[in-house]
Each structure stands twice: as structure tokens, then as C-alpha cells.
T-cell receptor, first 114, second 112 residues
Framework: DQQVKQNSPSLSVQEGRISILNCDYT??????FLWYKKYPAEGPTFLIS?????DKNEDGRFTVFLNKSAKHLSLHIVPSQPGDSAVYFC?????????????FGKGTLLTVNP | DAGITQSPRHKVTETGTPVTLRCHQT?????MYWYRQDPGHGLRLIHY???????DKGEVSDGYSVSRSKTEDFLLTLESATSSQTSVYFC???????????FGPGTRLLVL
């Protein structure tokens, strides 16, 4: 029973174009969502997050959109750069009393071609 | 960099042997987590700690135990390693008791 789903195992885009990575969740108790980026042989690094009280959060080239009714979030990277090539994980945390535990999706491998 | 180190970074061991992985943090954060990452599974929580001597199970805790005798160290033990525990293990901390977790560099474990 996968509560956080990233249905695209991989995505390939051209440098300078937009990358859109998608994530769906099933648990209505999730109210905080995060994106992590992971390069090979390194630990995941925090990228951007969004609380359920918002529908958009932006940080430079990265924007996360949240559609609570659809239980869907997406990460937009504009413009995409070759250095963005990595595995991206979506994660979610439930409200109160969870000890800040995160549930992760399986990840999407983004390849940005020069 | 949240001041997290993991040791060893790489380990090869044989089935049936005990293995202990160490996570060390330098900033006295209360919450610490152990994950494993496997192809096709993403990151899965093994155990976590919410204080010294306070630990609880995660999603995939069978075959693993943990200990936290001091704030800065969180140990993950495989009592009798099996080939199914071949994986990359990541430690993480929650900074300022928030949902955002920061990860260590990982330990790559191979059980033969």
C-alpha cells in the first residue's frame, strides 16, 4: 500500500526547458510535503517544501504546486540545467504527533540533456 | 551540511555476522532516523529516535535494532546479517523539530 506515488520512474528534458515531476498521495492526513534531490553516492538533499495551507511555493528555479483536492503535487524546474540531473524524491508528513516521520515515493530519475 | 557523519561508509560482510552502523551528529538535534534505499523502493524508514533511549520502529524494522545512549549517536545493528539487507543506509536528522530532514552521506552495505 503505497501512500506516496511517483508514477514516472524517469524523465528526460532538454536544457533550458521546463521539467515537471509529479507526485500523488493517498493519505488525507498528510499536510506537509517535501522534495529531495539525490545524486549517485550521496545522501538526499532537501530541495523545497510546501505546507497544506498553501498551493504554491517558489524558490529560485524551483516551484512546488499542491492540489489538495486531487492529492497531487508537482515540482517545476525552470529552466532545467544539466546539473539538475538526479533522482528526485517526493515525501510527505502527517499532521501532529508523527515525530516528523516522512513517507517517500520511489523517486523519478531526471536527465537534463545539453 | 547538517553535521551528520556515518561510519563506515562501505562495508562487506558475510551472512550471519552482526553489523553495526553509526550515525553521528554534532548539533544535539532530538530526532534521528535510519532509512534504507533500494532500487524500486525509494527510501524506507527502519527505526527512528525522539530522544536519548527513546526509539520506535519504522516501516521495515524486522531484522534491525537501534540504540541511542547519547544525543549525538544513533546506532543501527543488524544482529545477523542477511543478503536481503544489502542496501544503502542513510541516517537523517530533523532540525529544530520540524518535518524537514537532513541526510548523512550513506553507508553502502554488501552482505555476501
Amino acid at each position: 500500500d503505497q501512500q506516496v506515488k511517483q508514477n514516472s520512474p524517469s524523465l528526460s528534458v532538454q536544457e533550458g526547458r521546463i521539467s515537471i515531476l509529479n507526485c500523488d498521495y493517498t493519505n488525507s492526513m498528510f499536510d506537509y510535503f517535501l522534495w529531495y534531490k539525490k545524486y549517485p553516492a550521496e545522501g538526499p538533499t532537501f530541495l523545497i517544501s510546501i505546507s497544506s495551507i498553501k498551493d504554491k511555493n517558489e524558490d529560485g528555479r524551483f516551484t512546488v504546486f499542491l492540489n489538495k483536492s486531487a492529492k497531487h503535487l508537482s515540482l517545476h524546474i525552470v529552466p532545467s540545467q544539466p546539473g539538475d540531473s538526479a533522482v528526485y524524491f517526493c515525501a510527505a508528513s502527517p499532521s501532529g504527533g508523527s515525530n516528523y516521520k516522512l513517507t517517500f515515493g520511489k523517486g523519478t530519475l531526471l536527465t537534463v540533456n545539453p | 551540511d547538517a553535521g551528520i557523519t556515518q561510519s563506515p561508509r562501505h562495508k562487506v560482510t558475510e551472512t550471519g555476522t552482526p553489523v553495526t552502523l553509526r550515525c553521528h551528529q554534532t548539533e544535539n538535534h532530538r530526532y534521528m532516523y535510519w532509512y534504507r534505499q533500494d532500487p524500486g523502493h525509494g527510501l524506507r524508514l527502519i527505526h527512528y529516535s525522539y530522544g536519548v533511549k527513546d526509539t520506535d520502529k519504522g516501516e521495515v524494522s524486522d531484522g534491525y535494532s537501534v540504540s541511542r545512549s547519547k544525543t549525538e549517536d544513533f546506532l543501527l545493528t543488524l544482529e545477523s546479517a542477511t543478503s536481503s539487507q544489502t542496501s544503502v543506509y542513510f541516517c537523517a536528522i530533523s532540525v529544530r523539530d520540524q518535518e524537514t530532514q537532513y541526510f548523512g552521506p550513506g553507508t553502502r552495505l554488501l552482505v555476501l
